[in-house]
């Protein structure tokens, strides 16, 4: 099992990056993907996740209307498009795959596999 994540790196704020997360080994179309984020010295957090079928997407609300998550059930790919960049974005963010309800949605815990994670800097 694998979830390789790229893209991420540094933009200044309003900016715009990308985050990807490959995944293979797993049966990625029956799975809920989910990415995550943790800034220094906090815990890691949620930020948006699309349920297996692709057309559910849920996003935290100091992401929602700037980000963006997608998949490619051909590519077994998602990702994480994010605009207009703030300081307060910076972390890793880290993929991850689960059979989740609805209510533990958005706690870490509760998810199978996980990427390395990749790091997002947003400097003012």
Request: one cysteine or more.
């Amino acid at each position: 099992v694998q979830l390789q994540a790229s893209g991420g790196g540094a933009v200044q704020t309003g900016g715009s990056l990308r985050v990807s997360c490959a995944a293979s080994g797993f049966n990625f179309n029956s799975y809920t993907m989910t990415w995550f984020r943790q800034a220094p010295g906090k815990e890691r957090e949620f930020v948006s996740s699309i349920r297996a079928s692709g057309g559910t997407t849920y996003y935290a609300d100091s992401v929602k209307g700037r980000f963006t998550i997608f998949r490619d059930r051909a590519k077994q790919t998602v990702a994480l498009q994010m605009n207009n960049l703030k300081p307060e974005d910076t972390a890793v963010y880290y993929c991850a795959a689960g059979n989740v309800i609805l209510s533990s949605l958005r706690e870490p815990q509760y998810y199978h596999y996980w990427g390395q994670g990749t790091q997002v800097t947003v400097s003012s």
